[in-house]
């Protein structure tokens, strides 16, 4: 409460800071709801490429580009671990491979098969399918409104994240 107790609050800071919690949590619930909606609808798109929500995601986050496992990570906002065990299991199913990291001898990168790279590619009239239903239900404005607001959330999310007193 910025170095405040709550006994020496007035009234209107004690409305906007109980205004605050529960926008925060109204925040957090909604998050949690779409992140459900979001793996459930994942999980139905990627079953065309045979692949999971959590491998679609990290393959293709090196479709194009290989990365290490830690900076796939940071990225998503992702357990080191979590990513390891995905990317491991890609490698075993031939769709993504470990190639020598110039940068560091003991971080490989992790890289798109060309395999990897088919099954992605058949992802795409499921994730067309979701794009076109959400623009269609937001509108475009909104679409491209939500986008925007997610990214400077999850921007805000990671500096709390990194502050000590938050």
């Given amino acids: 409460m910025s170095g405040t107790d709550a006994a020496e609050e007035t009234p209107d800071e004690r409305q906007r800071r109980l205004e605050q919690q529960a ?95 088919a099954s992605l590619g058949r992802l795409g009239p499921g994730h067309a399918a979701l794009a076109a239903h959400l623009a269609e239900t937001l509108g475009p404005t909104a679409f491209a409104e939500t986008a925007r607001a997610l990214e400077r959330l999850a921007e805000a999310m990671s500096e709390a994240d990194a502050q000590t007193d938050v």
Avoid: C
Wanted: hydrophobic share 45%.
């Fill in 23 to 117: 926008l925060l949590t109204r925040t957090a619930l909604g998050v949690f709801r779409l992140n459900g909606h979001f793996i459930a609808v994942s999980e139905r798109i990627a079953k065309a490429g045979g692949l999971t929500a959590a491998s679609w995601q990290v393959l293709g986050a090196v479709a194009r580009v290989p990365q290490p496992v830690s900076a796939i990570a940071r990225a998503m906002g992702l357990t080191r671990q979590s990513v390891q065990r995905t990317a491991d299991l890609l490698v075993d199913q031939g769709l993504a491979e470990y190639r020598p990291n110039p940068a560091h001898r003991r971080a490989k990168l992790l890289s798109a098969t060309a395999d990897g790279r």
